[in-house]
């Protein structure tokens, strides 16, 4: 089993970055593939991000400004967010699952419990 837990939200300005955290445990986290989501108020929750040992994936409304990356020798997984929007303001979710890469929440097992990001204009 994994438990993930995110951290590294907060208030930011349009424009500007925030990397976001991931520590999941367990010694089997290097064969999951993570992916990041996000629900603002009365919206679904949203694929973000997602990698597994070769590739990874993009939301086409952060790719460019978003990067995933994950270091298994310290369990972790980041999303690195640049060039903030205002409507980036969400709930920031970690997820894992087994297997490779999927965009639906639906395919993960495993969740974090969040983390609030809100960019100001």
């Known amino acids: 089993q994994v438990q993930l837990v995110e951290s590294g939200g907060g208030l930011v300005q349009a424009g500007g970055s925030l990397r976001l955290s991931c520590a999941a445990s367990?010694?089997?986290?290097?064969?999951?593939?993570m992916g990041w989501f996000r629900q603002a108020p009365g919206k679904e929750r949203e694929f973000v991000a997602a990698i597994d040992w070769t590739s990874t994936d993009y939301a086409p409304s952060v790719k460019g400004r978003f990067t995933i990356a994950r270091d298994n020798a310290k369990n972790t997984v980041y999303l690195q967010m640049n060039s903030l929007k205002p409507e980036d303001t969400a709930v920031y979710y970690c997820?894992?699952?087994?297997?490779?890469?999927?965009?639906?929440?639906?395919?993960?097992?495993?969740w974090g419990q969040g983390t609030q990001v809100t960019v100001s204009s």
């Open positions: 367990g010694r089997t986290f290097s064969s999951y593939a």
């Open positions: 997820a894992g699952k087994t297997g490779g890469i999927a965009t639906m929440p639906l395919g993960y097992n495993y």
